[in-house]
């Protein structure tokens, strides 16, 4: 038996590795998992605390899975959730989301659209924050460590970007007040910016950090709906009065002009980046082409 034929893969693990059994295992075993963490935090949204600890386990729980079944199906190491550098790329998004969010209510004080009625109390914070926290970590290993790195290892980085973007974008329409306009919208700017934060960076903490600012400091902070499907008052009382397209109606914010201007342009700032930087992967048939 020659010595390449013994390095090849058994076939349960060949089996395992093609793209679309690992989309359905790798992406289909997390989205469970995110409807698990959600499922905790609906019936625990009287007790914050006991929400926030269990969105914090299956977040932990939701990167282990992630790193255990990479590391056994494609038997490489998990670069994307490398330690080194996990510090400044997450803190990093977590000023580009909080910082995105805040300038978007300022630009809508100054139209007078967001007029700041009161304060809360600090307990008002809180809830909000396992909503951010269970979609910014389990969100991110299923659209952007699963669905757009496997499309992309075969398609390319444009055509990933592109599938992916409408896909995760189009989820947010099944929200309770979901429209076709709020998803488009988040397909756009919220698709464009967290794959090109990985694509900059070729790790998922910059996007995991930006989703669960942006998240927390939209809710949390300003008291505004999250995606159509969440909303609570957070910190600020608030009242949001004006056209549609600035305030984004029952979606939130997120379906406003200012959103998708403000999101859209810092992700394409990243994706400069990232093309600069060489990050840029051809599809298949180029590299083929090319050898």
Known sequence: MSPAHDA????????????????????GTLFL??????????????????????????????????FGLVRLIERRPVSELALPGMGREFGTGLLIGAGLYTLCVLILMV???????GINPWAFMLPAMAMALSSGVLEELIYRGVLFRVLEESFGSWIS?????????????LAPSGTLLGAL???????????????????????IGFHMAWNYTQSGIFSGIVSGAYAKPGLIKATIEGPLVMTG?????ESSLMA???????GVVLLIKAIRRGSIVPPFWNRTRTN
Request: proline share 3%; charged share 10%; with cysteine.
């Open 111 to 117: 139209l007078g659209i967001y007029r700041v009625d």
């Open 249 to 253: 109606g029952e979606f939130g914010l």
């Open 260 to 266: 998708l201007l403000l999101c859209t342009s810092a």
């Open 161 to 173: 970007l592109a599938v992916s973007s409408l896909i995760f974008g189009l989820r947010h329409w």
């Open 8 to 27: 090849r893969p058994a076939l349960w693990l060949r089996v395992l590795q093609f793209p679309l059994v690992r989309l359905i295992l790798l992406g």
């Open 33 to 66: 998992m995110m409807g698990v963490s959600n499922g905790f935090r609906l019936n625990l949204s009287a007790e914050p605390l006991l929400a926030l600890a269990a969105a914090a386990g299956m977040a932990a729980l939701g990167l282990a899975v992630y």
């Open 185 to 207: 919208c988040i397909s756009i700017e919220a698709g464009l910016l967290l794959a090109a934060a990985y694509m900059l960076t070729r790790r998922l903490w910059m996007s």
